[in-house]
C-alpha cells in the first residue's frame, strides 16, 4: 500500500510539473507588462476603472482620472461577463508613457492621450475596435490660465497655458488657413524635428518654452515662460525642479540702431554677440566671442573686458569723431555655472603723469636761454609768457629766450627816451 502511495504521489508530481508551463502560458503576453503594473492591485482605487471585453479572457480596464488615460489589460475567464470581477492578472498597460502594446495576437494603441476624452484601439485579424476611456474630470474655468500667444517668427505661433495638469504649448502656424499644429505637453516635451522646440522643466514651478525657427550655430533660442496657475489651484503632480540642463544665459537683445539687432549670451566659454539685421529677409550677420571681440570694420564694435567678470558690448553705427558710442553689459551666467576660462580684468589704459620738469615761465626763462643778463620783467608781462615744458624743446626754449629779450630791449629804449625828454625840459 506504501507502495502504490508513492507512486500516486510521484504521478501527481510529474504531471503538475508538466501542466505548469501550459498554464503559464495560458494567456502570456508577446509583451512585458510595465513593472509598475504589477503593484497597481495593491491600492484599492487602482481597481477601479470601466471593465470591457475585448478578447475571448481578456478585459481592458479603462481609467481616466488624476493619474491620465490609462488601460489596464487584464487575464479572466473564459466566461466572464459584465459585472464579474475583472481584478484578475495584468497583462499589460497602456499609458502616456506606454501609447502601445502587443499581447495574445491583439495590437493594442492608447489613442488621443492628451485629449480630454481619449480612446484604446484594438486590431486583430484585419478588424479595428476603439473603445472610448471615461470623459476626463476637467478642471474649473478658473484653474486655467489665460492664453500667452508668442510669436516665434518664420510664421508660426505658439499659445502657453498653465493648467493643474501642467504647461502646455501648442504651436500653430499663423495663416489661419493652414492646418499645421503641434502639442507639447508636461508629459511629452519636446517638439518633431521640423522645429526645435521644447518645454524646459516642464514638471518644475516655472516651465521655460524653447524654440528655434532657423537653424545654423550661431542662431540662439528664443524663451518664453509659461503663465502661472491662477490663485487658489495646484498641480495634479509632484512638482520638482530639473537640473540645468544648460548654462547658457538667456538672449539680451538690444537695438543697435541703423535697422541693427545683437543678441548678447554668456555661457562657461566667454560673452558672445551676433549682431544682424533687424530685417529677417536680411542674412547679413557677425558674431564676436570672448576670443574674438573686434567687429568688422563696416560697424564699430568690441567686446570690452572679454575675459573679465562685468564684459561689455560696445558699438557705433554712425561715423564720426563726435558721435558716441553705445554700450550694454551682458547678461550673467546661470546659477551654478562657471567660467571655462581664468578671468582676468582688462587693464585700464594708463593716464599721462604730470611732468616732473618745470614748466617754463618768465621768471626762470633766464636760466634756460644762453647768455642772458638783463633782468626779467614781473608782473601781467611775465605771466603772459609762461609755456609748459612738456610742449617744449629746444627750439621753443630759444624761441622765448629771444622774445624775452626783444621786450627787454624795447621797454630799455623807452626808459631812455624818458630820461632825455626830462632832461632837456
Known sequence: MRTALRASISTAVLAGALLAPIAGTAYAATTTAPAAAAVYGTVPDRYAGTPVLIDTGV??????????????????????????DHTGRVLTTLDVKHLKASVNGLELKLV?????RPSLSVAKGGTT????????????????????????????????????????????????????????????????????????NPSGAKPVFEWKTQGGENVPSGFANFPTLPKGCTPQYPVHDDASTSCVSKVKQVDLGAGLLVDLTMSPKGPKAYMHSADPSSTWSQTLTRTDPKGSEAYFSRI???????PVFEWKTQGGENVPSGFANFPTLPKGCTPEYRITEETPAPKPEPSATKPVT???????????????????????????????DNSVTLAAGAGLLSVVAALGATFLRRRRSHSHN
Open 112 to 116: 488621443g492621450s492628451d485629449s480630454v
Open 362 to 392: 618768465a621768471s626762470n626763462v633766464s636760466a634756460l636761454t644762453t647768455g642772458q643778463t638783463t633782468v626779467v620783467p614781473q608782473g601781467s608781462v611775465a605771466a603772459g609768457a609762461e609755456i609748459a615744458s612738456e610742449d617744449t
Open 129 to 200: 475596435k476603439s473603445y472610448p476611456l471615461p470623459q476626463a474630470a476637467t478642471a474649473p474655468a478658473d484653474c486655467v490660465s489665460k492664453v500667452k500667444q508668442v510669436d516665434l517668427g518664420a510664421g508660426l505661433l505658439v499659445d502657453l497655458t498653465m493648467s493643474p495638469k501642467g504647461p502646455k504649448a501648442f504651436m500653430h502656424s499663423a495663416d489661419p488657413s493652414s492646418t499645421w499644429s503641434q502639442t507639447l505637453t508636461r508629459t511629452d516635451p519636446k517638439g518633431s524635428e521640423a522645429y526645435f522646440s521644447r518645454i524646459n
Open 59 to 84: 478585459v481592458a480596464v479603462l481609467r481616466n482620472k488624476s493619474e491620465g488615460p490609462e488601460v489596464w489589460i487584464r487575464a479572466v475567464s473564459d466566461s466572464w461577463k459584465p459585472g464579474d
Open 304 to 310: 570690452n573686458n572679454p575675459s573679465g567678470a562685468k
